[in-house]
C-alpha cells in the first residue's frame, strides 16, 4: 500500500515569494492534516479536512496560507508571500477512523527554506 | 488541552528492554492515549495506543496505570533504529483525531 506522498520535498524561496506544497493521502483515508514543524519543536496542527470540507483551521495564519482539498482526495497548502519565519518542515497526514482511533499516517514532508 | 510530560532523553542499550515513561495527571475519561515516534529527517510515525488497558502490537506494548495518570511504552529489545524521539499524546474521541504533540522523549541507543 502506497503511503502518503508529498511534494516537493525540499523548497527553498526568497521572502515574499509564494510557495506551494501538494499531498496525496493513502487512498481511502477521509481524513487530511497539515501540519507545520519548527526546528526542535513537535509538529503544530495547521488544518483538518474531513474529506473536502475544513473542520478545523483554527491554526492557519489566514492572512497567508491558504488550503484546498478538492473532491476529498489531494490537498494543496499554499502561503503567499512567505517569510523568514515560516522556514519549517510542512507534514502532511491522513487517517481513517476505525473504532475513534484516528492512527494518522505522515508524509516524509516539505522542508521550507526562507532567505 | 489535557498536557504530557515526559523526560526530554533517554538512553539504552541494543538489544535491551526500554521503558518511556509519560505522565498525564489531567487526563480525562474520554482521552485516548497515543504513542508516535519520529526518526530523523521522517514525518512521525505512529507506534500504538491505548484507552484504558495494556496493548500489545509488533512495534511495542503499552502499560496504562490503573488510575490512566500515567502510562509507559515499552520497547522489548531496543534497536539502532528506534533511536528516534518519542512523543506521548493524548487525543480527546470527538476532536477528529487531532493531536497535540510536546517536546517528546529522544532515545538514544547505543551498540
Known amino acids: 500500500e502506497a503511503g502518503v506522498v508529498q511534494s516537493p520535498r525540499y523548497k527553498i524561496i526568497e521572502k515574499k515569494q509564494p510557495v506551494a506544497f501538494w499531498c496525496n493521502p493513502i487512498?481511502?483515508?477521509?481524513?487530511l492534516y497539515w501540519y507545520r514543524q519548527n526546528l526542535g519543536q513537535g509538529p503544530e496542527l495547521l488544518i483538518r479536512y474531513e474529506n473536502e470540507e475544513a473542520v478545523d483551521d483554527s491554526q492557519l495564519p489566514k492572512d497567508r496560507f491558504s488550503a484546498e482539498r478538492l473532491k476529498g482526495v489531494d490537498s494543496t497548502l499554499k502561503i503567499q508571500p512567505a517569510e523568514l519565519g515560516d522556514s519549517a518542515v510542512y507534514l502532511c497526514?491522513?487517517?481513517?477512523?476505525?473504532?475513534?482511533?484516528?492512527?494518522?499516517?505522515f508524509g516524509p514532508g516539505t522542508r521550507l527554506t526562507v532567505t | 488541552d489535557a498536557k504530557t510530560t515526559q523526560p526530554n532523553s533517554m538512553e539504552s542499550n541494543e538489544e535491551e528492554p526500554v521503558h518511556l515513561p509519560c505522565n498525564h495527571s489531567?487526563?480525562?475519561?474520554?482521552?485516548?492515549i497515543h504513542w508516535y515516534r519520529q526518526l530523523p529527517s521522517q514525518g512521525p510515525e505512529y507506534v500504538i495506543h491505548?484507552?484504558?488497558s495494556n496493548v500489545n502490537n509488533r512495534m511495542a506494548s503499552l502499560a496504562i496505570a490503573e488510575d490512566r495518570k500515567s502510562s509507559t511504552l515499552i520497547l522489548h529489545r531496543a534497536t539502532l533504529r528506534d533511536a528516534a524521539v518519542y512523543y506521548c499524546?493524548?487525543?480527546?474521541?470527538?476532536?477528529?483525531?487531532?493531536?497535540?504533540f510536546g517536546q517528546g522523549t529522544e532515545l538514544s541507543v547505543k551498540p
Open positions: 497526514a491522513s487517517s481513517t477512523n476505525p473504532g475513534n482511533s484516528y492512527e494518522q499516517y
Open positions: 487512498s481511502g483515508h477521509n481524513t
Open positions: 489531567t487526563i480525562s475519561g474520554t482521552d485516548y
Open positions: 491505548g484507552l484504558t
Open positions: 499524546i493524548l487525543m480527546h474521541y470527538n476532536q477528529g483525531g487531532k493531536l497535540i
